[in-house]
């Protein structure tokens, strides 16, 4: 198959400075409730970087479950390979693709796990299948079949059969608080807008990136 003929041709209006927010959580809103109002599927979506001692990035797709001005969160087994790259160092990237709008947000910043009072608020919001999957899965371990992950399931459907689920201690969120946030809108002729937040000691400094 010859893929080097695959393109668009992006035609957005003009990302500039003056349209901006001054505060990149602002900007990140303005494009996030964007994203959930055109349909996207699952914008809340962010492919997670993580390097641990051994220098090997690792990514994989794991799902926003909230924001605010202090970072963005995500929830994993705290035995997870992206948890113990994580342990092993703290600095990681996001990446939210929102390719339907021919836009992109990279987040750089570092992770560090919330308090144990947050993650049990949020374990406590989600479907009751959902609360015993994080009991039974061993997150990046190896499994010798989908068989015994279902026994395991049902093995713990009982053990909680009456009341609510607690959260299990090895299982909770992550905070990635951002040093620098990027924002990047396709343009036609591949001259894309971007530009880049950059935190510092009061406040963000805002700067247009090359295409």
Known sequence: MDIKGLRKDYRNPVLSRET??????????DWFHEACAAGLPEPNAMVL?????????????????LFDRNGFVFFTNYGSRKAVQISENSQVALLFPWIQQARQVTVTGTAAKISV???????????????????ISRQSSILSSRRLLMMELEQMKNKFLQG??????????????????????????RLHDRFLYTREEEGWRIERLAP
Not at 49 to 65: I, M, N
Request: glycine share 8%; hydrophobic share 35%.
């Open 20 to 29: 901006l927010a001054a505060d990149p959580f602002d900007q990140f809103e």
């Open 117 to 135: 009072a947050e993650s049990a608020q949020y374990f406590a919001t989600r479907p009751r299948n959902s609360q015993l999957g994080a009991w």
């Open 49 to 65: 970087s993580t390097v641990g001692a051994d220098g090997q990035p690792t990514l994989r797709t794991v799902l926003l479950k």
């Open 164 to 189: 609510k689920i607690p959260l299990p201690d090895f299982w909770g969120g992550y905070r990635v608080q951002p040093t620098s946030i990027e924002f990047w809108q396709g343009q036609t002729s």
